[in-house]
């Protein structure tokens, strides 16, 4: 198959993801992609090199996840990243003193911490607003607003937006509009069909989807965005690995099929977790409102396979100690950070990944500290229902 990710729009996602970027190798016909452990490349002569100079500005390794990837978000363009949070920071280093943002108000604790205590004593300011309803996004316009920071579907509500209006608008402003893809995946969602400039993909999650490697990437249609974050990737240094593009490459193999295993498997427990008595609510893609709903089916190809819910105290209870009982009952779902690997995890947020945000703004945005967000594994549909409902009896 042609490596280029341009002219292989016919053929299917796993078919890309296998094949895409990762031709035999020229040398020995080795199926699988080389691990390519070097840090300089020998030149040919003077000014004249194989296309690799230093392993800072490329390796080959790298550029077949890049290529991959970025044909899987039908991209031209890949740049990859030590992890999901270094991803984030080249996208803010576009920015200049002065400049404002606009992210939605429910989003990853890392992200809010970057943009809170980095960029804004850096003199990048930026506010957050319900981007579910894009009368608010209008509302927060500022002259100097130069980026869309927009998740969906929302780290931990599970929230979604209307991309391709959101981009519509932003754009008639000269903004800049960057969705991170990364509980949707390639897979369900594929913002730049839907008018957004940069995808961001913390790959430590589905796309490595093992748990065992860090990554993030950002991919785009834009010479001008590639040209200026590649500049950043290297001047920065925040390079990935040859071993964990390696690894990472070796998960895409099988993102469609884990994918479509760990969405089976959400909405079984979806519908469980509705029916029982001790819980109050369940947050899940398309489920908040008929509107929601149609934005899902309109702009995703499912819901995912994350979910979060809200436990009920028992009297006299303070809600964390209740969830406390939860997380400390499970068996099968791991009381950990992160989320997209294999194994079905579970989480706090308050006191996990969105610590970083004050418990008043957490409970001003509806993070309450009786919420619970578990990352959905492909383990057997049946026993992650027992085991959570085991925990929670």
Do not use: C
């Not at 390796?59 to 077949?64: D, F, I, L, S, V």
């Not at 925040?238 to 295993?261: D, H, N, P, Q």
């Not at 610590?355 to 594994?377: F, H, W």
């Amino acid at each position: 198959m042609d490596n280029d990710a341009r002219t292989t729009e016919e053929f299917g996602f796993s078919t890309r993801a296998i094949h895409v970027g990762q031709a035999p190798d020229p040398t020995t016909g080795a199926t699988i992609v080389p691990l390519y452990l070097t840090s300089t490349y020998t030149q040919t002569d003077l000014g004249e090199h194989r296309g690799y100079e230093y392993g800072r500005a490329d390796n080959p390794t790298r550029k077949a996840l890049e290529t991959a990837l970025a044909s899987l978000e039908h991209g031209q363009y890949g740049i990859t990243f030590a992890s999901g949070m270094a991803a984030i920071d080249v996208v803010m280093r576009m920015l200049s003193r002065g400049d404002r943002v606009l992210a939605g108000e429910d989003l990853y604790g890392g992200a809010y911490r970057l943009f809170e205590r980095v960029y804004r004593d850096y003199g990048v300011i930026t506010e957050y607003v319900n981007l579910s309803d894009p009368d608010e996004f209008v509302k927060a316009l500022h002259p100097k607003s130069r980026l869309l920071w927009l998740e969906t579907p929302t780290n931990p509500l599970l929230r979604v937006a209307d991309i391709r209006q959101l981009a519509a608008a932003a754009h008639d402003r000269g903004m800049w509009v960057a969705v991170d893809n990364t509980f949707a995946t390639p897979y369900l969602q594929n913002p730049l069909d839907l008018g957004a400039d940069m995808v961001v993909h913390s790959m430590t999650k589905y796309i490595g989807g093992h748990s065992d490697v860090l990554g993030g990437v950002v991919i785009t249609n834009q010479e001008s965005i590639f040209e200026r974050l590649k500049f950043l990737q290297n001047a920065v240094g925040s390079i990935l690995g040859a071993f964990e593009a390696w690894l990472i490459l070796r998960g895409v193999k099988t993102l469609g099929v884990r994918m479509a295993r760990h969405q089976e498997n959400a909405v079984a427990l979806r519908e469980f977790l509705q029916q029982h008595p001790a819980v109050e609510r369940v947050y899940y893609p398309g489920s908040e409102s008929a509107h929601e709903a149609e934005v899902v089916s309109r702009q995703m190809r499912g819901p995912g396979a994350m979910l979060s819910f809200e436990v009920r105290p028992r009297k006299g209870q303070a809600e964390v100690e209740r969830v406390r009982e939860v997380v400390r009952a499970t068996k099968i779902f791991a009381l950990a950070e992160s989320l997209g690997g294999v194994e079905s995890l579970i989480g706090h947020p308050a006191t996990m990944t969105h610590a970083a945000i004050p418990a008043e703004t957490r409970r001003i945005r509806g993070i309450s500290d009786a919420l619970i967000r578990v990352s959905v594994g492909i383990e057997e549909a049946d026993d992650l229902i027992r085991d959570l409902g085991r925990a929670l009896d």
